[in-house]
């Protein structure tokens, strides 16, 4: 139990289709940071935010946004999807011993 | 090149021996080092960070910074069967993140 809410645990969507990942936590964290793991390979950066600004952004096209909300919950959006998109998506959060990740949304894009 | 790289393994150690998993990193303006464990169809769980050059002791734990070479390792000692995962490898240079693919690593009982 890392106190990091991802939901939902499991999805599939159509090629296409819009998707919407959501990410919470029971205590404030002001930076929040998003990462896609396809099977067998590192998680990859997809963006970051900090107090509802995204402050850093990987190698991820403009399809993948996000917000965060004052209550520092998040959301990660991904427009167009593509087969390739399916993956596992983990938001983290920021503490002071380093980055919690919240236990993954795992997509699947058919 | 890219910007974290690990040996994916997979790496066999006997119950009790020390493993040392290792990681090389491109950009020299990174600030802080982080290792992760993760079992299979788990999500990565924070095993220790470092920030300066050195050593950094956390229990069985030792995480180990080389700035000048591009290097951080983490030893694990008194290696047991629940320590066998997948070790990442992950850099923060600026506002951004990376991790490297990950080793692999089983305990022997």
């Known amino acids: 139990e890392t106190g990091v809410t991802q939901s939902p645990t499991h999805l599939i969507k159509t090629r296409g289709q819009q998707v919407t990942l959501r990410c919470s936590s029971q205590?404030?964290?002001?930076?929040v940071s998003w990462y896609q793991q396809a099977l067998g390979q590192g998680p990859q950066f997809i963006f970051q935010?900090?107090?509802?600004?995204?402050?850093g952004r990987g190698n991820f096209p403009p399809r993948f946004s996000g917000l965060q909300f004052p209550n520092y919950s998040s959301e990660l959006n991904v427009n167009a999807l593509e087969l390739d998109d399916s993956a596992l998506y983990l938001c983290a959060l920021r503490g002071t011993g380093g980055y919690t990740f919240g236990s993954g949304t795992r997509l699947t894009v058919v | 090149q890219k910007e974290v790289e690990q040996n994916s393994g997979p790496l066999s150690v006997p119950e009790g021996a020390i493993a040392s998993l290792n990681c090389t990193y491109s950009?020299?303006?990174?600030?802080?080092f982080f290792w992760y464990r993760q079992y299979s169809g788990k999500s990565p769980e924070l095993i220790m960070f470092?920030?300066?050059?050195g050593d950094k002791e956390d229990g069985r734990f030792t995480a180990q910074l080389n700035k000048a070479s591009q290097y951080v390792s983490l030893l694990i000692r008194d290696s047991q069967p629940s320590d066998s995962a997948t070790y990442l490898c992950?850099?923060?240079?600026?506002?951004?993140?990376?991790f490297g693919t990950g080793t692999s690593l089983t305990v022997i009982p």
């Open positions: 950009d020299r303006g990174s600030q802080s």
């Open positions: 992950a850099v923060n240079t600026g506002n951004q993140f990376y």
């Open positions: 935010y900090y107090r509802e600004e995204e402050n």
């Open positions: 470092i920030y300066s050059n």
């Open positions: 205590s404030g964290h002001n930076t």
